[in-house]
């Protein structure tokens, strides 16, 4: 009996699946017995999950490229605590198929030109008008990239538009935390929220269906923190932006991510720089969290996720 196409939500271990899927990373690579495998990463709206083929043609290096639909025959295998994919044929979509790339690309669930309408209101909600003019100015600038851009290469955001969801769900949680905490700036919070990451655009290089290919030299080599805070101090500049308010907002991005290791310099000494690095956290993981649980049946553990220090999580039974 022929195999039914399956989502990769579906997949079983020791189950053999086949199936179409977009290549969003194919890498070569050399095994200890020194013969070529490709390492893949392979998606659908329902996932993504790390292929291994072994027995590499230069047909297959030529035609198995990111970004390419692929027809897939596979095993499905466990490895460390998650599913991956031992592949016995793959090959690139053909015209008999029928099949449409832009339906295999998970995106944000709201439309990129309404939510960036929505985070444009809270720009022009904002009662200082140094922060107005410079939040808009560098907002703006990066219009086009924005209806697509992720927020990240792998985990929370990392799908096409994901950036501005992530964006638009902390302004929202934002909003709420500074109606108990009303000694907050909301001007500043909401600045720093919309700013934090925009430089990711810069640090990664992603295609327009919000795949990232792979990170830039200059992103590479300095980090979207650091190219956030060269893009103000230019904009604030040239803008005459008051001397307090840039510093105020550099620190912010500079400090969003907390701790050295993670790529921040300083910790947050205001208290805004405070509520952004958990606002940022708490959307985060709640995207991971969500995701990783859609799959999952009640009463039983996911798979592990590293984002969340390798845990797996548990999905409540109704109460």
Do not use: C
């Not at 851009?149 to 964006?167: Q, T, V």
């Not at 919070?189 to 430089?199: E, P, S, V, W, Y």
Request: charged share 30%; net charge negative; proline share 3%.
């Amino acid at each position: 009996m022929a195999l039914e196409p399956k989502k990769i939500n579906e997949f079983q271990v020791n189950e053999h699946i086949i199936g179409f899927y977009l290549v969003k990373q194919a890498d070569v690579k050399v095994g200890s017995n020194s013969k070529k495998y490709m390492d893949l990463i392979l998606s659908d709206k329902t996932g993504e999950i790390n292929g291994k083929l072994w027995d590499v043609s230069e047909a297959h290096q030529e035609q198995v490229k990111a970004q390419a639909l692929v027809k897939v025959k596979a095993l499905v295998t466990s490895w460390q605590g998650s599913n991956q994919l031992k592949i016995e044929i793959i090959r690139p979509v053909e015209e008999r198929d029928e099949v449409n790339i832009e339906d295999f690309v998970a995106s944000a669930p709201y439309m990129p030109e309404e939510m960036y309408r929505e985070i444009l209101f809270y720009i022009d909600g904002m009662y200082n008008q140094d922060i107005k003019a410079l939040v808009k100015r560098v907002f703006e600038g990066y219009k086009d990239k924005l209806m697509y851009y992720p927020a990240a290469k792998k985990n929370h955001h990392a799908i096409r538009s994901g950036l501005l969801y992530h964006i638009l769900s902390m302004l929202k949680l934002g909003e709420k935390i500074a109606q108990l905490y009303d000694f907050l700036n909301r001007d500043l919070l909401f600045g720093g929220i919309i700013l934090h990451d925009l430089a990711k655009m810069e640090e990664m290089d992603s295609s327009e269906l919000g795949i990232v290919n792979d990170y830039t030299i200059e992103g590479t080599l300095l980090g979207h923190i650091t190219q956030g805070i060269k893009n103000l101090q230019v904009l604030g500049e040239e803008l005459g932006t008051n001397k307090e308010v840039l510093m105020l907002l550099q620190h912010m991005v500079l400090s969003h991510h907390y701790e050295p290791e993670f790529g921040s310099p300083v910790r947050p000494m205001i208290p805004e720089a405070e509520i952004l690095h958990y606002i940022d956290i708490i959307d985060a993981r709640m995207f991971d969290m969500r995701k990783v649980l859609e799959d999952v049946a009640p009463g039983e553990f996911s798979e592990r996720l590293w984002s969340l220090e390798n845990r797996r999580l548990y999905k409540r039974k109704e109460v």
